[in-house]
């Protein structure tokens, strides 16, 4: 049986059942699958996925820079993703989340700055990604969840880079695959994954068994040979063009005890 894609603002409201599923799925095979049911919030994330598309390197913000400028698609990216974060950790977390979190305080201070210096979550960053240009060797994410959206493409006639996700029991499964699947029944539909990070797993893992952060990669085998610089070159198996485009974040917190303080 297909898994169910778990509808964000259910998990916003803590509608009774998809807390459960979404841990289901954690455990099962690494990551959880998310309908973006939040028009908003999917249209600004598809426009971001545009912008990535006219990408002439790997990522937003770009490698190695001293200053970061954002335009207005990617502060509407970033404040979407970073929402669906915190939506995401709302069934686990205690009652001060919504505070902590600060939706509000986004870019208050500076247009190309998304926290305030002090803010909790300060040390979260995000990524557009245009995989023609880069990829992924595998890894684990540090922080507290990891939400990615994804464009994947729609033809299998061509080696392509694909997010591959790593289960409990070392099988490799196609995460982009997944979403393709959805996209097939729903294309009406928005999808994002959810993956645990290593700060998530200190803290969620010692309530729910089962739980860990998910080795993952963007390659066109995960288990191919280990890519020097792999940021700036796509995997060489890869075609040239047609590759993958994603706009993800990875939630972290200098003090990310806080936001979990009753599961």
């Not at 990522?59 to 990216?77: G, K, L």
């Not at 500076?110 to 803010?119: K, Q, R, V």
């Not at 880069?134 to 540090?142: A, P, T, V």
Request: charged share 25%; proline share 7%; glycine share 6%.
């Amino acid at each position: 049986m297909r898994d169910t894609a778990i509808p964000v603002s259910a998990l916003s409201s803590a509608t009774r059942g998809y807390k459960e599923e979404l841990l289901r799925q954690l455990r099962a095979r690494g990551f959880g699958l998310l309908e973006l049911d939040i028009e908003e919030r999917a249209e600004a994330i598809e426009q971001g996925l545009a912008e990535a598309s006219q990408l002439g390197g790997f990522r937003f913000p770009p490698i190695n820079v001293d200053e970061v400028h954002y335009q207005p698609v990617h502060r509407a990216v970033f404040s979407s993703l970073y929402k669906t974060a915190i939506d995401c950790l709302s069934p686990f977390a205690g009652d001060e989340l919504e505070r902590v979190a600060g939706v509000g305080e986004l870019f208050s201070q500076s247009p190309h700055e998304p926290f305030p210096a002090e803010h909790p979550f300060h040390p979260t960053f995000f990524n557009l990604f245009n995989y023609d240009h880069g990829s992924l060797n595998s890894h684990q994410d540090r922080g507290i969840v990891t939400i990615i959206h994804v464009d994947p493409p729609h033809t299998q006639s061509q080696a392509l880079s694909a997010l591959w996700v790593e289960g409990p029991r070392g099988r490799w499964r196609n995460a982009d695959q997944v979403i393709r699947e959805h996209q097939a029944s729903a294309p009406e539909s928005s999808f994002a994954l959810l993956l645990l990070g290593e700060e998530g797993e200190a803290l969620l893992a010692p309530q729910f068994d089962g739980l860990y952060a998910a080795e993952h990669a963007v390659r066109v085998d995960p288990e191919g040979e280990f890519l020097e610089r792999s940021h700036h070159q796509r995997d060489p198996s890869a075609s040239e063009r047609g590759n993958r485009l994603s706009a993800a974040l990875i939630l972290r917190s200098s003090s990310p005890e806080r936001c979990l303080q009753r599961v």
